[in-house]
């Protein structure tokens, strides 16, 4: 029994170490980027963080390495891509308002050294999960949930969002 006990406490506290930790935190939407980043207030700290919403990817709406290797990779015009980036980024509006509260949920750093978090809203629902449902993001491959990959599934079958607009280029740019 002291033997169980020990190990329990041992691994008590080195849990940290052997398991990510993730932190939930209120913060404070500053502005969103694009469709899958956004500018917090980190109301712990009262630090200004850039997060990339776990999870998801929107289409470039800016200038970048990235939307010409999709332009080279899907045979179209960075005007294309762009013009669903920025039907992505007018959807968030719809979910995320400047000034609004949230709850963020720290998952790591990203290659930019920006957070990589999920942002849950006010009622409790998950933003990243929603852009896929409604068909504003594809799901990001390397990290996601089944929950998002069936989501992103079903937007696609039944035509919604991005996938109406422009069907074949994102099917391009989701697989």
């Known amino acids: 029994m002291l033997k169980a006990v020990i190990i329990g406490i ?78 992505a980024s007018k959807h968030a509006h719809l979910y995320l308002y400047e000034g609004e509260e949230v709850k963020l949920e720290k998952i790591g750093k990203g290659y930019y050294g920006r957070i990589i978090g999920k942002i849950y809203l006010p009622d409790g629902k998950d933003y990243g999960f929603l852009m896929v449902k409604d068909g504003y993001a594809c799901v990001y491959w390397r990290n996601t949930s089944p929950q998002y990959k069936k989501a992103m599934e079903e937007a696609k079958e039944e035509k919604r969002g991005l996938w109406k607009v422009d069907y074949e280029l994102m099917k391009c740019l989701c697989y």
């Open 10 to 87: 041992f691994l008590t506290l080195i849990g940290c170490s052997i398991f990510p930790s993730f932190s939930v935190e209120k913060a404070k939407i500053i502005r969103v980027s694009d469709g899958d980043t956004i500018v917090v207030e980190n109301l712990h700290s009262y630090q200004k963080e850039k997060v990339r919403i776990w999870g998801i990817d929107t289409p470039e709406k800016f200038e970048s390495k990235k939307l010409y290797r999709e332009v080279k990779k899907c045979h179209t015009t960075p005007e294309r891509i762009k013009y669903l980036g920025i039907l």
